[in-house]
């Protein structure tokens, strides 16, 4: 059985316990452990943020050698190009994995992003990834990672979003974009029409396929 260590960089344990409960799905398939790094920021929602957290990203994959893989479990996929020049290990970015999951369902995908400045660094990556004329759109939740995890209104957030994207943009799937909503995504997926994509379960998927 495949050990995988899915990491939370920002020090939310609220957030990797939702990673948890969200993974467990997978106990059949891998041996699956969730880290909080309680050295980064309690929610990562800058550019700042994003660079505090590469280094311990990386101190913590080199003192967890006995992983066959790990998952960078931030929407921004923030030290995932170092991580993989730096290990001989697969390191897989939530967002990457969860964007080609949704080009490979076919259609334009849709994004729910914590809010305004968070689409502008996924915007400038999902045109690095060569998928742009994939995204039918991206809309902000205008919410924080905390609340993302903890706000029991936050799925109504989610709800209102996504239906605009799928009636308005016609997306054919969605993406949720923060790993603090890792626990939204059974009960979206009961009130919305089309697949929603929880982006590390579609990293988690990738990390067992042995790829890239």
């Known amino acids: ?15 990797t316990e939702g ?18 790094l309680r ?4 929610g990562i929602e800058s550019d700042d943020d994003i660079e505090s957290v590469k280094p311990l990203i990386i101190q913590s994959i080199e003192s ?3 992983y066959d893989a790990y998952v960078i479990a931030c929407y921004s996929d923030p030290g995932l190009a170092e991580c993989r ?23 334009k995908f849709g994004v729910l992003a914590l809010s305004e400045q968070s689409i502008a660094r996924h915007l400038a990556y999902i045109d690095m990834l060569g998928f742009s004329d994939r995204l039918a759109g991206e809309l902000p939740l205008n919410i ?7 706000d029991s209104s936050a799925i109504n957030r989610v709800l209102a979003c996504g239906r605009s ?14 790993a603090g909503m890792a626990q939204i995504r059974s009960a979206a997926q009961q009130l919305l029409p089309v697949p929603v994509i929880e982006p590390a379960q579609a990293a988690v998927e990738r990390a067992l396929q042995k790829e890239y």
């Open 39 to 42: 050295e980064g920021p309690f």
């Open 19 to 36: 990673l948890r409960q969200t993974l467990s799905s997978y106990a059949a398939r891998a041996k699956i452990d969730c880290a909080t």
């Open 144 to 150: 924080t990672v905390d609340q993302a995890a903890n």
């Open 165 to 178: 994207l799928i009636d308005d943009h016609y997306a054919s799937s969605l993406i949720l974009g923060c």
């Open 1 to 15: 059985m495949r050990r995988i260590l899915v990491i939370n960089p920002n020090s939310n344990e609220s957030v």
């Open 85 to 107: 020049r730096r290990f001989d290990k697969p390191v897989h970015g939530m967002q990457q994995s969860a964007v080609e999951t949704a080009v490979a369902i076919g259609g």
């Open 64 to 66: 967890s050698p006995d």
